[in-house]
């Protein structure tokens, strides 16, 4: 799929009745042999509305999978955090481990990035299914079967019998990709995550699933927030898109006004490195997606200056000194940069 060659009308999301989820200055630190390292996300703040699409961007390390684990409660032992995650009024970071399992998998679920490995390989698929309606549902055995079957049904795979009875070893990689959004989707939850889940398809298949995605989110208005290193994949595809950098985020806004027109250096080296191809892949001749020069930083707890600086064509003295704050260019846009748009 090249950058803008899916790009389409949204349908609008508005920000502005009541937030589905609200991140609030959520600050998360791991700590490694006695040590504290330098926070994996730094004072993120941001709302999702009932079933938006949000896309997050960012390199390899920007703290992506630490957002989505935190919104899941499964942030490990090692790390301290701070901030508000409130989800329906109710802060999940004050969450004992009995609501969490009401919530887990019925109201936020997620769609893994390995979506094989969250499936048993002991287990047929269907079976697997039908467990997690039980945990969540009433119901009997023959009523479970049958919702069951609707959800294999509902992401395209035509030949229930067959999949509801295999094992996972038995199915292709887009097969199995569906069955783990199914599994994500059983209990019709509010929000789903999904952590690079496409990474290892192929591209046609991956556009495949992406329309699945969609059309699932359209047809039953569950939010979702779909996680990617790569922005050819949102393009058409998010309704906003918000674009991490060393665990803050650097720019967040309608994805096709940031895409049209970043206002981020970082944003803007991102995007302007993807080629538009012709045959749908954005990879370099080496099989990679290019990069933008320079890495992400060693992350200093103590550092003063904007984190970005050292890869950013644009900085000036003052880049060094100061972090830029978080400000509101445009209605519905948000920026960190003293030069943005530059
Ligand atoms: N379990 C962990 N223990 C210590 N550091 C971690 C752990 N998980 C992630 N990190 C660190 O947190 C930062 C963000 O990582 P991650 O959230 O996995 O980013 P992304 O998903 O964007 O690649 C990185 O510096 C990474 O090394
Ligand atoms: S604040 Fe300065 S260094 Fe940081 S991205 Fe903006 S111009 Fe570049
Ligand atoms: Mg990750």
């Given at each position: 799929?090249g950058?803008f060659?899916n790009?389409?009308p949204?349908?609008?999301?508005?920000l502005?009745?009541a937030?589905?989820?609200r991140v609030?200055a959520l600050?998360?630190?791991?700590?490694?042999r006695n040590?504290q390292s330098?926070?994996?996300l730094?004072?993120v703040s941001f709302d999702i509305?009932?079933g938006?699409?949000?896309?997050i961007?960012?390199?390899?390390?920007?703290?992506k999978?630490?957002l989505?684990?935190?919104?899941?409660g499964?942030?490990p032992a090692n790390?301290?955090?701070?901030?508000t995650?409130?989800?329906?009024?109710?802060?999940?970071?004050q969450?004992?481990e009995?609501?969490?399992?009401?919530?887990?998998?019925?109201?936020?679920?997620?769609?893994?990035?390995?979506?094989?490995?969250?499936?048993s390989p002991v287990m047929?698929?269907?079976?697997?299914?039908a467990?997690?309606i039980?945990?969540?549902?009433p119901?009997n055995?023959?009523?479970?079967k049958?919702e069951c079957?609707?959800?294999?049904r509902?992401?395209?795979?035509?030949?229930?019998d067959?999949?509801?009875?295999?094992?996972p070893h038995q199915l292709?990689?887009?097969e199995l990709?569906?069955v783990a959004?199914?599994q994500?989707?059983?209990c019709?939850?509010d929000l789903?995550?999904?952590?690079?889940?496409?990474?290892s398809?192929?591209?046609?298949v991956?556009?495949?699933v992406?329309?699945?995605?969609?059309?699932?989110?359209?047809k039953?208005?569950s939010?979702?927030?779909f996680?990617?290193h790569n922005?050819?994949?949102l393009?058409?595809f998010?309704?906003r898109?918000?674009?991490?950098?060393a665990?803050?985020?650097?720019e967040?806004g309608p994805?096709?006004?940031v895409?049209?027109?970043p206002?981020?250096?970082y944003?803007?080296?991102?995007?302007q490195?993807?080629?538009?191809?012709r045959?749908?892949?954005n990879?370099?001749s080496?099989?990679?997606?290019?990069?933008i020069?320079?890495?992400?930083?060693?992350?200093n707890?103590s550092s003063?200056?904007c984190l970005?600086?050292?890869r950013?064509?644009?900085?000036?003295?003052?880049c060094q000194?100061?972090?830029?704050g978080?400000?509101t260019p445009?209605?519905?846009?948000?920026?960190?940069?003293?030069?943005?748009?530059?």
């Open positions: 799929m950058l060659t790009m389409m949204f349908a609008t999301v508005s502005e009745g937030a589905l989820l609030r600050t998360v630190t791991y700590s490694t040590r330098a926070p994996a730094r004072r509305a009932p938006e699409i949000l896309g961007l960012g390199e390899s390390g920007s703290g999978s630490t989505a684990l935190a919104i899941l499964l942030l790390c301290s955090v701070e901030g995650i409130l989800f329906q009024d109710e802060d999940l970071l969450m004992d009995s609501r969490w399992r009401e919530i887990r998998g019925a109201k936020i679920s997620m769609i893994f990035q390995e979506p094989g490995l969250s499936l047929r698929v269907g079976d697997q299914i467990e997690i039980r945990a969540h549902r119901g055995g023959k009523t479970r049958l079957e609707a959800v294999l509902g992401v395209r795979l035509s030949e229930v067959r999949i509801y009875r295999a094992y292709s990689g887009g990709h569906r959004i199914a994500a989707l059983a019709r939850p789903v995550i999904a952590d690079e889940s496409t990474r398809l192929d591209v046609t991956q556009a495949e992406l329309n699945l995605l969609r059309e699932i989110n359209r039953r208005g939010a979702l927030i996680i990617t922005p050819a994949l393009a058409g998010a309704d898109v918000m674009v991490m950098y665990g803050g985020i650097v967040q994805t096709a006004q895409f049209s027109r206002l981020h250096p944003t803007k080296g991102l995007l490195l993807i080629p538009r191809s045959n749908g892949t990879l370099t080496e099989g990679r997606l290019p990069v020069p320079g890495s992400l930083p060693a992350l707890p003063r200056g970005f600086e050292p950013c064509s644009v900085r000036t003295a003052h000194n100061e972090s830029p978080e400000v445009e209605r519905g846009r948000r920026v960190s940069c003293f030069n943005y748009g530059n």
